[in-house]
Every structure is written in C-alpha cells, then in structure tokens.
C-alpha cells in the first residue's frame, strides 16, 4: 500500500499497479473498511482498479493527520465485514440498432457476430469500479479476443443501456451520454435510480453475467 | 414564488454539492465559485446551503409575486431592479411584482442570484443542484426555460447586508492559475512543461469554446509526452481542479461532473484559486504557476483569513 498527496485535500491510496483481481480485492477491502469507518472527516471515497482515493474535509483534519488517524484504525481491518459480491444476471439485445459497433468488432477481431457475443457473454464480470456516470460500471476482464481500441472520436450521445467494450473492458452506459466506447448492445435494465437508495445497482465487487436476449 | 422571464445562456438550480457518493459515480456538480456562493448565503441571512441559481449569460430576468430580499454575487454584472439599478453583493428588499434584470457581464463569467426563502427544488440525495447530463436535482433536472415559475419557501427578511469592495476577487482575464505537480508530471519533459510556464509570448493558453460545467478545455502549444510513456492511466478516483492531459495534448481542467478520470494528471489547481475556474470563459487567456503544496495550503489560510473569515456572519 502506497499513501501520497492528493492535491490539497485528498489521499491517494495505491494497491498495485496492474489490472489484477487480487489488487481489485484488496481496494474493495479497504474500501468497505473505510466506509465502515463512518468518520465525519471523510467526504466521498472513490475506490477503483488500483487504488482508493479519499476526499477529506480539510477543515476537520488535515493530510497526515488523517494518515494516522486510518492507520491506528487500520488495525481493526481484519474485522470488518465485509459484504459478499452480488451477482447480476443483465439481459442483452445484441447487434442492429441496438449494437452498431459490432460489424466492427467483427471485422477487428475476425470473429462472425454470434461468436462476438457468445465470448462477451461467457465471462462472469467483476465490477472493478462505478463512475463516469452514476451507476456506470466499469467491468472486467474482457476475453482478450474482444479487444478493440476506443472510438477515435467519441459519440457526442451513446443511448442509455447501451453495452460497450473498450480495449479489455466492457460496461453500461447508465445515462445517455458522450461516450468513446464501441457498442455491441443494448439493455434495459436500470442502472441507477436517484429516487431510490442504494441508487445504484451495482457495487464494486459485485458480479454481471450478460444474457442474450 | 418566482418566474423566470429570459433565463440568458443558462440558468439553473445549485448549491454546495452532493457528496458521499462518489463510490457509485456520482459527481458533486456543485456551485462552482463557492465564495461567491458563501457570500451570497451569508447575504441573505443563511450559514448554511441554500439552493441559489447560477446563471452565465447576459439579458436574463424574472419577476417574483412577494415580498423578498435577493442578492447577486460573481460575475460583475449589471443588475436593475425594476429598472433601477441594482448593488452587486448587497441584500437588496424587493416588492411581490418586481423584476429583477441583469442586462450584461462585465468581468467574470458565472452570476449567482439567492433569495431569503428557499427555492422548492427537488433534492436528490440530500442536495439540491441540479445534474444536468443526468437530469436529476434542481429544477426537474434541467436549466430554467423561459415562464417557468418555482416557489420559495420558509421567505424571512433578512436585515440588509452589504459585503465590502475589498472582499470581492477579481476575475479579470488574463487569468493565473497555480498548481501542486500531479501524479504523471514526470511523463512530460522539462523542455515541454516549460509551454505551460513561460509568461512571455505563444504559451498561454487558451479557453476553449468546447468547456462547460464537466470541464474546461484549453488550447495552445500541446504538451508532449516522452518518449516510451504510457499516455493514459488506469482509469482512477479524480477530484475537481486536476489537470488532466489527454493523447491530443491540450489541458482539460476536471470541475465537478466527473469522478473517475483515465488521462495524465499534470498538476492540481491550489484550492485558493478553484473559484476563478468559474469564470474563464472562452478565449481567456490562462497561465499556470507551479506551487509546492505546503505554499498552496498557506494560499488558502490566507483566502480563509482574508476572505471567508470577513464575511457577515
């Protein structure tokens, strides 16, 4: 674990430096540690792949006294409970209107349309982060035969529910939104509802398993 | 309550932020000068969030159908009240019937205009701003349209406030921002980073006229990465006023729309000079100026001492 400066009023909290699920695990520990926390010092915490990063009133405390502070806390680490992964079943249209990236996927990879989304939807996905957009989850590891590079230039609007894939990502786009991503399909299922906690649906650490509909 | 008569370039509903969720992507989209927006609190006789509007754009007006105290802060503007003209950062009593115009902004870009009642906005998640790309908060979610009418709540007259010439910062361009080195400063050589500190000539930057309230574009000669470097970062946690690089070269300042970032972070902006992002506006020249963090945080003592502390209570 690695502490530094996050700008003034920040702390930047490094895991590891690669995209692994034993990194992710430790970040989602943590995470759940500091939310379990409950310190009025701590205004939002955005955990993601690597790291976690804490935004911290600087009126209450200050960089190394928060340091400290998590710290002398972190010794009751091994207690927290830490609440299991869900796993979410999300039914897919794939193609057509609804995927219009996927003649491209296809002849990126090589692949025929079906074998495109047989791939996508044969992996269990980690939610290895949540953002960009309320609710957007960010999900891995895409099989590496999927791989395509983001658009060169983004789409001012992607549709909400659209699926993308992006290098060995995929996700969701849970608003209508700019967005670089290629689509391959499209999903009615509610990403986030701001009139309802926990607002989001999905969590990180939590699991997606796609469907073809 | 209060009709909005033109509502300029955009108005809607903000205050100071939605925080403590972050980890499910959800931004603050908070005010973003927040002294102006504590100024204009105080003004008004409130220690704490108000919703308020935030409005850019000249030629905008409303009518309110009670008795009220409003105040305008930010951007200098120039304000009437029924045709007469109208104090900037002062607590101004207005008549049920009365309008309130501002005709044009003269230093500055974003206005902010409170009253002494609440505004009957929706609150999502315990703030009142409005989120505008996912059209939640505020006003249904959206910037005022013209003849739409909100109703203020729990209105009190405030005894008449008036906050001091000497309190209000300039936001006159050229601008001048200065930043504690961020976390992929040393992907970027010392011959390149010089474009973004050098005073004299071609190296200031440029607003761009593609910014908006999730981030403000710059334009001018493009940073390059060196040789061999990754250009972009696994995407991580970003918080407003980080400077981020992308592939193309040109700086994007984050505000606060945004909560996880994939683009090299070349610096921060100091906390004591996150208002005036509120109010670069396009073709405003920029320069940056590299800090220590220890001489950012003494910056921002001083804004607090200087500033904050002198306000009304």
């Known amino acids: ?213 | 309550m209060i009709e909005i008569i033109n509502p300029a370039w955009l108005a809607m509903v903000v205050d100071g932020g939605r925080y403590g969720y972050a980890d499910i992507g959800v931004p603050p989209s908070s005010v973003l000068d927040r002294y102006a927006y504590t100024a204009l609190c105080r003004l008004l006789g409130y220690s704490t969030d108000i919703p308020v509007l935030e409005i850019m754009g000249h030629d905008f007006s409303l009518k309110v159908n009670t008795d009220v105290s409003c105040a305008i802060t930010g951007a200098r503007v120039t304000a009437f009240v029924d045709s007469t003209p109208a104090a900037l950062w002062k607590g101004i009593r207005v008549k049920a019937g009365s309008t309130i115009e501002v005709k044009e902004v003269t230093e500055g870009l974003r206005y902010y205009l409170g009253f002494s009642g609440i505004i009957d906005a929706a609150q999502v998640t315990g703030s009142y701003t409005t989120n505008l790309e996912c059209r939640f908060g505020g006003y249904f979610g959206r910037p005022f349209l013209k003849g739409d009418r909100i109703a203020l709540k729990d209105i009190h007259i405030p005894d008449e406030r008036v906050i001091d010439e000497s309190l209000i910062p300039s936001m006159q361009a050229p601008h001048l921002l200065r930043i504690i080195a961020g976390e992929e400063r040393d992907r970027f050589s010392p011959e390149t980073l010089k474009s973004l500190f050098e005073i004299d000539g071609d190296p200031w930057y440029k607003v761009s006229t593609k910014s908006n309230r999730t981030g403000i574009r710059l334009e001018g000669r493009p940073l390059e990465f060196k040789e061999e470097v990754e250009r972009s970062i696994i995407s991580e946690g970003i918080l407003p006023g980080i400077v981020q690089i992308p592939g193309d070269g040109q700086p994007i300042i984050v505000l606060y729309e945004r909560t996880i970032g994939g683009y090299a972070r070349i610096g921060h902006v100091a906390k004591t000079d996150r208002d005036l992002l509120a109010h670069l506006k396009p073709l405003d020249k920029v320069r940056f100026q590299m800090i220590e963090p220890e001489e950012a945080e003494r910056l921002w003592d001083e804004k607090i001492t200087r500033y904050y502390d002198m306000l009304p209570k």
């Open chain 1, 1 to 213: 674990m690695d502490w530094t400066r996050y700008g003034e009023e920040g702390i930047r909290i490094v895991f590891g430096k690669a995209i692994n699920a034993d990194v992710h695990e430790e970040v989602r520990q943590y995470y759940f540690f500091l939310k379990s926390l409950d310190l009025q010092e701590i205004i939002d915490i955005i955990p993601s792949f690597t790291s976690c990063i804490i935004y911290f009133n600087s009126r209450l405390t200050s960089f190394s006294t928060l340091v400290s502070l998590l710290k002398e806390k972190e010794k009751g680490l091994p207690q927290t409970q830490i609440p299991a992964p869900v796993t979410h079943t999300i039914p897919v249209m794939y193609g057509g209107q609804y995927g219009p990236d996927i003649e491209f996927v296809c002849s990126y990879s090589g692949l025929t349309a079906d074998e495109v989304i047989e791939i996508h939807v044969s992996t269990v996905y980690t939610v290895f982060a949540v953002g960009f957009l309320p609710g957007f989850p960010y999900l891995g590891t895409l099989d590496k035969r999927l791989f395509v590079p983001r658009l060169e230039t983004p789409r001012l609007k992607v549709n909400e529910g659209s699926v993308g894939i992006a290098q060995l990502q995929t996700g969701i786009y849970s608003f209508e939104s700019p967005g670089g991503w290629r689509i391959i399909g499209k999903t009615d299922v509610k990403l986030f509802d701001y009139t309802e906690a926990p607002y989001s649906l999905l969590k990180i650490g939590d699991r997606v398993r796609f469907v073809p509909l």
